[in-house]
């Protein structure tokens, strides 16, 4: 054949060549038919998803693992809510009781912002508000009602310092006890007792020393009960012995109420609110008049008594569940808010890397063709595809996740139901926040390279990396930082827990900012540490320095989750440790006693410090009665009723017992009902000094006006209120004293005059024996929860963010091989980027935590704290998961 002839199959010279083969398309044209172009363009992206996740399923592994945690964390949070809004208080006492008649325990407070409708705040009560004895023969009156039985109790102390519970014995009907033996009480000294949960049983005829209100008393056993609803140690005397405990025989506690046959619960109780008045008793603050207050706050004496049925009968007999469920909700709904915002940067931080790292690929596929809308639709079919299958393992991972975080809060005794529903709902509802928020963050991050033209497409992807990030995005994360700082002035600005609410507030926003501004602060931590790397490490450090400095964007990526980790854990830490560390304080340095008389948990009669001061050798004894009260104030503009702990003590009782540091006035005038000595942070804050007039209302619900005589200065440590002790006992469900604290005498002679009081106990003095409003159990370990779990959570985010970020650099570590970089110089080089990503992440994390810390200092008038030994912890748990993220996906294959 000649060279010049044409190739076989080629047709004669001259002729018409044949037609060239079509370019290959990702769609049909649109203007062919349209119904088949999109078909086209949905085959096209499920077939480029389903590639995509084929040859990147090592990345999207890290996006299944956050996925997957996000859920099971969120679920589980959502059900602890969820439950805790379904708990209701158990019903023992008023088991067999069909209705019961109890004083309202909430409190309201109203006020008119300007230029706004009246909003109204409530608050529960923390000590039993009582009803008016005289409402018994109304209740008793009612149609239905076939007895109505009042019930009171008292708490009490048996043989070998048994706590127990005192009540009448008509009142054994409520809770269905049956006598085992023996017979019922009528003589004063008579009793029959409820033996479940003793130590140990008595026997019918044998004597038992009850104490109550004083030296224990001789008591005859007459006869022995029980009941299947409850287990409580109890002590059933008459109904005239029961008075001498209480002292308080013009109310009851409540009433119990036996229906007729025949008559059901709903009909009842509409019979029982027809019977009982809309107001109760008058005012029981001298010289006011029941009604509404001059701010709009709800006079508590005017407050209507509650019919209780069903699962409500408990709240009657459980004081403060209300209060402790809407306070633990809180708590939790705190917490929950952050594990939101957590879980969503985590989420977004992750999957925005994993699509960033494709954007060469991404670029390619534009540039032969693929349109913007095929790109972005593959992207979000792939992380639908990854996030949906997470959430179903995250979903079951939910429930059992929940009932621990629900083991971690048995200090809280409430019950959390947990119907089937629920069991659905939320791990449901997690799973539609993280699979609605995962699409438009894989969308909003595919958009930068798939809105560019072909010819652009490939020059983008390779300078993304040093490019400088969006503006929307750099100012977005400026106004979160200052959103942050603004909160943490706020804090400054609160004292005790609303400052503690600021600066978490400070803390979400200033961490929100800094994954927005990661890009920046990269560029600043290579600008600052790329010499000393270089120094450092040579041609490894080198290396290192010259790759960070080349992909600022991915150093972001990578510090983002090790400073959310450090900030948050820091936060949790150091707020709680701090306003412990201060209140403990300021009360160890206000104590001056010589000894301390502990009570048992029961608390000691009122008259153990009568009996102490008259021990030889005490020049003064003081008891100390906890207790609390309800505070009305405005918070721009909105009215708030916050519960804050008060302490009882004797005026004339405090030389050489206590001294709470008075500025001010002189406590020797807080005598009598109507004075009040206040800290000096809440007297700042309310505009008061001595002889001003502060508005309170009781634990108990009474609204009194009371004169200042004296500001002090260790509020955080004594309550921001103190009080003459009897005119608080006379507000207190059971008046008995915490502490006694003795100046001037021996431990022997306080010893023996204590002798009587099963339980009580003489020690050297601390800060513990006159705190206020010591340490809850449940926000301890809602601390546990916070730092344990959600600390978990985020560390686990770290290793997967750091695993996707060494997947991606593959071809990287391939082409520094090529060109001569040996094993040990790459690993020195990782090693010394996992140093500096570690030590940036924590650094910055830390500047992140001590802005609200250091404004939550401020406001307490204290340095932030936190043990050096759980900073040492914390900084090598992020350093093990910073190591494991680097280092262990490197060797394996794609």
Do not use: N
């Amino acid at each position: 054949m000649s060279p010049l002839s044409p190739p076989a199959g080629a047709g004669p010279r001259g002729a018409k060549p044949p037609e060239p083969r079509a370019r290959v398309r990702f769609a049909p044209r649109p203007e062919d038919d349209p119904k088949a172009a999109r078909s086209g363009m949905r085959r096209a992206s499920a077939f480029l998803a389903r590639r995509s996740l084929t040859a990147h399923r090592r990345a999207w592994s890290a996006v299944f693992v956050a996925a997957a945690a996000a859920v099971a964390l969120l679920g589980a949070f959502a059900l602890l809510v969820g439950a805790l809004l379904l708990s209701k208080p158990p019903v023992e006492r008023y088991a067999a009781a069909d209705a019961v008649i109890a004083a309202d325990q909430e409190v309201s407070y109203t006020t008119k912002p300007w230029g706004s409708e009246p909003r109204t705040a409530t608050a529960d009560l923390p000590e039993r508000a009582r009803l008016d004895r005289s409402l018994l023969a109304k209740v008793a009156a009612a149609d239905g009602v076939a007895r109505a039985i009042a019930d009171d109790t008292a708490p009490v102390t048996l043989d070998a310092g048994a706590p127990a519970t005192a009540r009448s014995w008509p009142a054994a009907e409520l809770t269905a006890y049956e006598l085992t033996r023996g017979r019922a009480p009528r003589a004063a000294d008579e009793v029959v007792v409820a033996d479940t949960g003793l130590p140990r049983a008595p026997r019918v005829g044998t004597v038992v020393r009850v104490q109550a209100d004083g030296a224990p008393r001789p008591y005859r056993v007459v006869g022995l009960a029980r009941s299947e609803h409850s287990s409580a140690p109890t002590a059933f005397v008459t109904e005239a012995e029961l008075a001498t405990f209480t002292k308080h025989p013009g109310t009851v506690d409540a009433i119990g109420v036996i229906a007729e046959e025949g008559v059901s619960t709903g009909r009842l109780a509409e019979s029982l609110a027809a019977a009982l008045p809309s107001d109760e008793t008058p005012d029981k603050t001298p010289g006011k008049a029941p009604g509404k207050t001059s701010d709009g706050a709800s006079d508590r004496a005017s407050a209507a008594p509650e019919v209780l049925t069903g699962g409500d009968r408990g709240l009657a007999e459980w004081l403060g569940a209300r209060g402790l469920r809407a306070e633990t909700l809180e708590l939790i709904a705190a917490i929950t808010g952050s594990v939101v915002i957590v879980a969503l940067l985590v989420i977004g931080t992750t999957i925005a890397q994993a699509v960033h790292q494709r954007g060469p690929e991404t670029a390619l596929l534009r540039a032969v063709g693929a349109t913007p809308r095929q790109l972005r639709s593959a992207v979000g079919r792939e992380v639908v595809r990854v996030v949906g299958a997470a959430s179903v393992v995250g979903a079951v991972c939910a429930v059992p996740l929940g009932f621990y975080c629900r083991s971690l809060l048995d200090s809280v005794t409430l019950p959390f139901p947990t119907p089937w529903w629920l069991l659905l709902a939320a791990p449901a509802a997690a799973v539609l926040l993280v699979a609605g928020a995962s699409r438009p963050i894989a969308l909003l991050s595919a958009r930068g390279i798939t809105k560019l033209r072909p010819a652009d497409a490939l020059g983008a992807a390779v300078s993304a990396e040093s490019a400088k990030p969006a503006r929307g995005r750099t100012v977005a994360g400026l106004l979160l930082a200052v959103s942050g700082l603004s909160s943490a002035g706020i804090a400054a600005s609160q004292t005790g827990q609303a400052a503690a609410a600021a600066a978490s507030g400070s803390v979400a926003s200033l961490v929100a900012s800094v994954a927005l501004l990661s890009p920046w602060i990269a560029r600043v931590a290579i600008l600052l540490l790329g010499t000393p790397l270089r120094r450092i490490g040579g041609s490894a450090g080198f290396l290192a320095a010259k790759s960070l400095s080349a992909h600022s964007r991915r150093l972001g990526a990578a510090i983002t989750p090790i400073a959310l980790v450090t900030a948050f854990i820091c936060v949790q830490l150091a707020a709680g440790a701090t306003m412990e560390r201060t209140a403990t304080g300021q009360a160890g340095a206000a104590v001056r006693a010589d000894l301390v008389v502990t009570a048992p948990p029961a608390g000691l009669p009122l008259e153990a410090a009568d009996a102490v001061r008259r021990a030889p050798g005490v020049t003064a004894a003081t008891g100390v009665l906890h207790s609390s009260v309800v505070l009305a104030h405005k918070e721009a503009g909105d009215p708030k009723l916050t519960r804050l702990p008060v302490l009882g003590v004797s005026a004339d009782q405090l030389t050489g017992t206590l001294d709470p540091s008075v500025s001010a006035g002189d406590l020797k005038r807080l005598t009598g009902d109507g004075t009040v000595a206040i800290g000096s942070e809440r007297a700042d804050d309310l505009d008061v000094s001595v002889g001003d007039t502060v508005k309170l209302r009781f634990g108990d619900g009474a609204d009194v006006r009371l004169d200042v005589v004296a500001v002090y200065g260790r509020g955080v440590g004594l309550g921001e209120f103190l009080f003459p002790r009897e005119a608080l006992a006379k507000h207190v469900t059971a008046p008995r004293d915490a502490t006694i604290l003795v100046a001037g005498s021996t431990g022997e002679a306080v010893r023996e005059a204590v002798a009587p009081y099963a339980g009580a106990t003489v020690r050297a003095p601390d800060g513990d024996a006159v705190r206020a409003g010591g340490p809850r159990a449940e926000q301890d370990a809602l601390i546990v929860i916070g730092v344990g779990v959600i600390g978990g959570f985020t560390l686990l985010a770290v290793v997967s963010t750091l695993s996707l970020i060494s997947v991606g650099r593959r071809p990287e570590f391939r082409l520094l091989t090529m060109v001569g970089a040996g094993r040990r110089q790459l690993r020195r080089m990782l090693l010394l980027e996992t140093g500096l990503v570690a030590g940036v992440g924590l650094v910055l994390g830390t500047v992140v935590a001590a802005v609200p810390l250091a404004a939550l200092g401020v406001s307490l008038g204290t340095v932030p704290y936190v043990e050096p030994e759980r900073y040492a912890a914390l900084a090598g748990a992020v350093l093990l998961a910073a190591a494991l993220g680097t280092l262990g996906p490197r060797g394996r294959g794609r």
